[in-house]
């Protein structure tokens, strides 16, 4: 009887393991967008995009402003430091975090 119980405790605890571990390889994989800093700016500028689920390494990914990819100086699973295309007009923008996974909802970002 002891053994059965040893045997299920542990077969409970290794369950356990696995579903934290998977929960903390990303879950849904859905980056998020939680804000940008600062939310306008002038061309050639540097923005922050604060959120989740970016993924550590940048890959393939990109950031957008209304559908255009824009230059990447960091990237992390929480953090991306973009520039601000030279060529933007001043103007409402939205920004996308696109992954292999998933696109970010968007935040809107104002080029002065």
């Known amino acids: 009887m002891r053994r059965r119980l040893a045997f ?25 967008i939680n804000s940008i800093s600062p939310a306008e700016g002038k061309p050639m500028s540097e923005v922050i995009i604060f959120g989740s689920g970016f993924g550590r390494k940048k890959g393939m990914s990109v950031v ?10 960091v990237w ?8 601000v295309p030279s060529d933007m007009k001043p103007g409402l923008y939205t ?18």
């Not at 290794?14 to 929960?23: E, H, N, Q, R, S």
């Not at 957008?64 to 100086?73: D, E, Y």
């Not at 992390?76 to 520039?83: F, H």
């Open 8 to 32: 299920l405790f542990l077969v409970m605890v290794g369950l356990f393991v696995i579903l934290i571990l998977a929960a903390g390889c990303g879950g849904s994989g859905k980056p998020m």
């Open 64 to 73: 957008q402003f209304s559908g255009n990819a824009v230059g990447v100086k």
């Open 76 to 83: 992390s699973d929480t953090k991306i430091v973009a520039t």
């Open 95 to 112: 920004v996308t975090v696109v992954t292999d996974t998933a696109t970010s909802p968007s935040l809107p970002f104002k080029v002065k």
